[in-house]
């Protein structure tokens, strides 16, 4: 799971950032509210931990301007406000949740879980399904009917988005990013190579069908052949 977090006070941003961390999940972090949207748009995220009052683009501007764009990823907003008027203009705005600080590192914890459960298809211990395909975060593998596909690092986290986003077309660009992120010293080619070993790992099983080329754009995962 990869998380966006824009926060502007910056021992508040390590810590939350090492939180999550020791959790299992990814982090990427934007200090100001104009590169917190540009990361933000890249459609790669799982959940955007977002503060209200930032400089550049506000906390609320952002959520306006991603919900506009169909941008549908659970969003929860931090905020030093505490009045109702305040919560009532976040979550009008477009925000799942509202969390004002201080807070404990336990409920932020639970409400992020909360929201990213509420794909349907991820359980309370972050394991994906669909069809014969999960992934387990436990053992870091993906599965064909229980069957270990005994997957590397990469193909891991390329077969976790394609399962969190099923049959949702992705972009070869929101896969790198998602997979390699931006500051590595490689180029988007590198997606159809590991997209080929994984099809050669579920072909063992009858089930490379289930990733799916769109021709010119990417790929998506989806059962019907």
């Given at each position: ?13 390590d810590a939350i950032r090492q939180m999550f961390e020791e959790e299992s999940y990814a982090v990427d972090t ?65 925000a799942d949740d509202y969390l004002v600080k201080p807070f404990a590192v336990a409920e932020l914890l639970a ?41 590397t690092a990469k193909e891991y986290k390329l077969l976790e988005f394609l399962l969190i986003n099923a049959e ?58």
């Amino acid at each position: 799971m990869r998380i966006l977090l824009v926060e502007d006070d910056r021992p508040l941003l390590d810590a939350i950032r090492q939180m999550f961390e020791e959790e299992s999940y990814a982090v990427d972090t934007a200090e100001n509210g104009d590169d917190g949207e540009m990361l933000a748009t890249q459609g790669i995220y799982d959940l955007i931990v977002l503060d209200i009052m930032l400089p550049g683009t506000t906390g609320l501007e952002i959520v306006q301007h991603l919900r506009k764009r169909g941008l549908a990823t659970p969003i929860l907003l931090l905020t030093a406000r505490d009045s109702v008027e305040d919560r009532v203009r976040g979550l009008d705005a477009g925000a799942d949740d509202y969390l004002v600080k201080p807070f404990a590192v336990a409920e932020l914890l639970a409400r992020a879980r909360a929201l990213l459960r509420r794909n349907s298809s991820v359980n309370p211990d972050g394991d994906i399904t669909y069809g014969p395909l999960s992934i387990r975060s436990k053992s870091r593998d993906g599965y064909v009917d229980n069957q270990p596909l005994k997957l590397t690092a990469k193909e891991y986290k390329l077969l976790e988005f394609l399962l969190i986003n099923a049959e949702q077309i992705l972009t070869r660009e929101q896969i790198f990013d998602r997979v390699w992120g931006f500051e590595v010293d490689t180029n988007t080619s590198v997606v159809d190579v590991y997209l080929h070993y994984l099809r050669k790992k579920l072909a063992v099983h009858g089930c490379d069908h289930y990733i799916q080329t769109v021709r010119g754009v990417g790929c998506m995962l989806r059962g019907n052949a």
